[in-house]
């Protein structure tokens, strides 16, 4: 089984559609989260981190389920600019990043 | 610019040949990271430095990998013997302190990476 999983997608959803992505980890002892953005050949950027409470930023929702090892990132009201691949990582201990292998997102007009 | 820099963005080589890549982290982050991607997939660690240390190599740094970070700053990523297997884009990230629990990071900031294409 691998670290962190995450549905690949595609996901094709029309402008102003409400997305939902989920990621499960391997490792209970597993410290931080993340949902990092990956446009095609271009770098990953953070999206935003993800806590305990569940954190909102605008548009994006994160949550995350420690019990059931399980992080989700909702996106409302999708914008074409939202196209992008989105990674779900796991930081172990402070040291390396454990990533996902992404799910791509292609808003359509 | 104060982000990641990372040189050179492209490099064709011919199999067997060595490389070496550089990566200019964020001056003030003292943790720099070395990933792996390919297409269609996450970025896989390689290794990390914290300052001049390196403190934890992945199995997928074979022996022909090496990387160091003699001065605690930029590091260089060198791959001998290059092999097909090898071609991906190699991803440099940086990460300072957090003000969290002790032994905490922040998240890493991503360089534009090297794209390696072995023939």
């Known amino acids: 089984r691998k670290e962190v999983e995450q549905d690949p997608g595609p996901f094709n959803v029309p402008e102003g559609a409400t997305v939902a992505f989920n990621c499960t980890y391997s490792n209970s002892a597993s410290q931080s989260f993340f949902w990092y953005r990956q446009d095609c050949r271009k770098e990953p950027k953070l999206l935003m981190s993800v806590y305990s409470s569940g954190n909102e930023d605008g548009r994006f929702t994160a949550q995350l389920n420690r019990a059931s090892q399980y992080i989700s990132l909702l996106i409302r009201d999708s914008k074409l600019s939202d196209s992008a691949t989105y990674l779900c990582?796991?930081?172990?201990?402070?040291?390396?990043?454990?990533f996902g292998p992404g799910t791509r997102l292609s808003v359509l007009p | 610019d104060t982000g990641v820099s990372q040189n050179p963005r492209h490099k064709i080589t011919k199999r067997g040949q060595n490389v070496t890549f550089r990566c200019d982290p964020i001056?003030?982050?003292?943790?720099l990271y070395w990933y792996r991607q390919t297409l269609g997939q996450g970025p896989e660690f390689l290794t990390y430095f914290q300052n001049e240390a390196q403190l934890e190599k992945s199995r997928l740094l074979s022996d022909r990998f090496s990387a160091e970070r003699p001065k605690g700053s930029f590091s260089t990523l060198e791959i001998q013997r290059t092999e097909q297997g090898d071609s991906a884009m190699y991803l440099c990230a940086s990460s300072s302190p957090g003000q969290g629990a002790p032994g905490s990071y922040n998240e890493q900031f991503f360089g534009p990476g090297t794209r390696l294409t072995v023939l």
């Open positions: 001056s003030e982050h003292n943790r």
């Open positions: 990582v796991v930081d172990n201990y402070g040291q390396n990043f454990v």
